[in-house]
């Protein structure tokens, strides 16, 4: 009972990893912007009705998501290394604090993680035209 670092480090980690899928998880959704003034390189399966002033776009809802998870897991940690510093002395008694953070964020982590795979990285496809027409595009070529 004197000592609960180690979920200070189980925290860093798992707030690594949160951070990690989040960061493909905001490119997924920044790639996937359109259908006008977005990258558009591309598609991402259509899980909730789109917008009534941008029609054909598609909400980007698990990105979002997966980001939403990745910044509770980040306040969590937070949350754990406050709790983690108030111990005093033989006993913290601030471990449940601990412990509530660290396997809330697990929770979240374990239930987002498949379901973004499943509902939305296995259905990506490439805009293939508008990945050519970049391509011809470019200014590159003018080098």
Same mark, same amino acid.
């Given at each position: 009972?004197?000592?609960?670092?180690? #979920? *200070?480090?189980?925290?860093? &980690?798992? !707030?690594? &990893?949160?951070?990690?899928?989040?960061?493909?998880?905001?490119?997924?959704?920044? %790639?996937?912007?359109?259908?006008?003034?977005?990258?558009? +390189?591309?598609?991402?399966?259509?899980?909730?009705?789109?917008?009534?002033?941008?029609? @054909? !776009?598609?909400?980007?809802?698990?990105?979002?998501? *997966?980001?939403? *998870?990745?910044?509770?897991? #980040?306040?969590?940690?937070? *949350?754990?290394? %406050?709790?983690?510093?108030? @111990?005093?002395? +033989?006993?913290?008694?601030?471990?449940?604090?601990?412990?509530?953070?660290?396997? +809330?964020?697990?929770?979240?982590? $374990?239930?987002?993680?498949?379901?973004?795979?499943?509902?939305?990285?296995?259905?990506? $496809?490439?805009?293939? +035209?508008? #990945?050519?027409?970049?391509?011809?595009?470019?200014?590159?070529?003018? $080098?």
């Amino acid at each position: 009972m004197q000592n609960d670092d180690f #979920c *200070v480090k189980v925290s860093a &980690a798992v !707030k690594q &990893a949160a951070c990690g899928i989040s960061k493909i998880a905001k490119d997924i959704r920044l %790639m996937s912007s359109g259908p006008r003034a977005g990258l558009g +390189e591309i598609s991402i399966p259509s899980l909730s009705p789109g917008s009534s002033i941008m029609p @054909g !776009k598609i909400n980007p809802i698990l990105p979002e998501l *997966v980001s939403q *998870v990745a910044q509770q897991t #980040c306040g969590n940690d937070v *949350v754990i290394s %406050m709790a983690f510093e108030q @111990g005093e002395l +033989e006993i913290s008694v601030w471990a449940p604090t601990l412990y509530k953070n660290l396997f +809330e964020s697990f929770d979240l982590l $374990t239930k987002v993680i498949p379901l973004f795979i499943d509902k939305c990285v296995s259905g990506i $496809t490439a805009n293939r +035209e508008k #990945c050519a027409q970049e391509a011809r595009e470019t200014i590159a070529l003018a $080098t």
